[in-house]
């Protein structure tokens, strides 16, 4: 699936909770259209997932956005006062996304966000943040989480989702969630997705912290 790029080597703790290289792969541009049918679209709605957190007005940032499937349904429930920030380390992913949303009513809803080097960089604070089936593909996670904690706003959320088939283990998922209570996470529940493990994430002391 779509990812983030790899981060930087942990030290100590945080090196002992390093998810497995093996699954550190970034779905390539080629598969794009594996992510983005109507298939999907009838197993996994994106509206149907997002509902309970994703409110009209908010600005929401879609990690690992890919060809933009969770990317336009998002842009749809913010509407016209809210936006999304599409967020890829892949320029082929993000060309698919601008040339699907180019002259729709959605387009300037959404602003397209190329990840460099071993940062998110995104620079303003978010209401919620979604990465679904990307995590697994960051083999150094808390530096990606305490990055996510200072974009997040203090009351924000973040949304995990990962997939349970042939890809991240009960074991993993743990490991991720520990990953993610290290860099100052807490958790609060998550959504019923089919084929996949969720959490949702939000800051253990509800305030941004420093990456």
Known sequence: ?????????????????????????????????????????????????????????????????????????????????????????????????????????IEDRITLHKCEGDRINVTEHVDFALAFYMVHEVPDQIPFFKELISILKPTGQFLIVEPKLFHVSKKAFGNTVNNAKIAGFKTAGGPKVLFSRSVILQSANGCTAQP
């Not at 409110?55 to 933009?68: F, Y």
């Open 1 to 105: 699936m779509p990812s983030m790029p790899i981060l930087k080597k942990p030290m100590g703790k945080e090196r002992m909770l390093k998810m497995d290289d093996k699954r550190n792969r970034v779905c390539p541009v080629s598969m794009a259209g594996s992510l983005d049918n109507k298939l999907r679209l009838w197993l996994q709605d994106p509206k149907r997932i997002l509902q309970p957190y994703v409110k009209e007005g908010m600005i929401v940032l879609d990690l690992g956005c890919g060809p933009g499937f969770f990317s336009v349904a998002l842009a749809e429930m913010v509407g016209e006062s809210g936006r999304v920030i599409a967020a890829d380390m892949q320029e082929g992913m993000l060309q698919k996304l601008r040339d699907k949303i180019q002259g729709t009513k």
